[in-house]
């Protein structure tokens, strides 16, 4: 039976990936390790579980994702997206386990004109993008056997994200301002999860780097305006500059992926952005009710 090691399970990717595998993927061994159960910047627990377990799969859904708060605390993101993620990879390599780390969009500083490939130079405009950099660059230096997926603008049912803040935005205010000049490609992470676990059940061999999202490339005000329609919020909303929108960490203009690498791969097709956003509201709005 395949084992599967995941890190970061309270996290929006890692409740995604136990929602989908409770329901269907129980033919794995699965072990879903929260932050409190292994801080994966601590060796010795990491070493302690390996020893103590074989995995063929180690999917690290654990990351520091505080984009804003990374400025001031770069030491942290470094420590958990790339000094731990180099550790996790040479545990990888002693133990024979695979890898599927996620990373991020904001590896890319925004200029392309088009999608960006997995070609594409990476060239990070904020401290949170250079630390999950510093991460990739890490495991393909260390491990043969790994899947990297650079994703973008998740969200899901849990955690913090921006399709949760606008439902709640959306019942507080009568009009919201949202930046309309930052393009990219949302993902439901629960689409992100059932891919993974299609690489992990079909032991995909062809390693590297891919790129995921959902599909279709809009602007926040476009993807602010969807989701107040979907659920029925009559918040007017209007577009900004991010000259008028200032935060800590500078953003990408154009962080839209490239996904035909994978797509070639794989056996579903990508669900397009507003048909994924419509389940998760859906599934919001149904937990509520
Ligand atoms: N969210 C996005 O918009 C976005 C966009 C592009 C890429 N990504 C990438 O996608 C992946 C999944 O993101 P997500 O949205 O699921 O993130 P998330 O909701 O912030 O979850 C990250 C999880 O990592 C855990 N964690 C933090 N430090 C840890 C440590 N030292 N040891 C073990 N676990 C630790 C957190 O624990 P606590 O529960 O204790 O906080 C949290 O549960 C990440 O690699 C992220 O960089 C995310």
Redesign the pocket.
């Known amino acids: 039976m395949i084992s599967v090691l995941v890190?970061?399970?309270?996290?929006?990717?890692?409740k995604c990936l136990q929602d989908i595998v409770i329901q269907k993927h129980r033919d794995l061994e699965w072990v879903f390790k929260?932050?409190?159960e292994?801080?994966?910047?601590d060796q010795k627990c990491v070493l302690k579980l390996f020893d103590e377990n074989e995995f063929d799969y180690l999917v690290n859904?654990?990351?520091?994702?505080a984009v804003d708060r990374a400025e001031s605390e770069k030491e942290k993101a470094f420590l958990?997206?790339a000094e731990?993620v180099k550790y996790l990879a040479e545990t990888c390599k002693i133990n024979d386990t695979k890898l599927v780390h996620?990373?991020?969009?904001?590896v890319f500083d925004g200029t392309n004109d088009k999608a960006y490939t997995e070609e594409d130079t990476a060239s990070p405009l904020n401290m949170y993008g250079a630390s999950?950099l510093k991460g990739e660059q890490y495991i393909q230096g260390i491990l043969e056997h790994f899947f990297i997926i650079r994703?973008?603008?998740?969200?899901s049912e849990?955690?913090h994200?921006f399709v949760k803040t606008m439902l709640r935005l959306g019942k507080e205010r009568d009009q919201i301002n949202v930046v309309n000049d930052q393009v990219g490609s949302p993902t439901y992470?629960k689409d992100l999860a059932a891919v993974i676990i299609e690489i992990v059940k079909s032991e995909y061999t062809e390693y590297g780097l891919y790129h995921y999202s959902n599909g279709g490339v809009i602007s926040w005000f476009d993807f602010t305006k969807k989701i107040f329609e979907y659920s029925n919020i009559q918040t007017d909303v209007f577009p900004v500059s991010s000259a008028d929108y200032i935060t800590h960490a500078k953003r990408p203009k154009n962080s839209a992926l490239d996904k035909a690498k994978i797509s070639n791969q794989l056996k579903s097709t990508i669900p397009n952005w507003q048909e994924s956003l419509k389940k998760c509201i859906n599934s919001i709005i149904n937990e509520k009710a």
């Open positions: 890190t970061g399970a309270n996290g929006q990717l890692g929260t932050s409190e292994l801080d994966i910047t859904c654990a990351a520091y994702t958990i997206n731990a996620i990373s991020t969009d904001f999950k994703t973008s603008w998740v969200y849990y955690g994200n992470a």
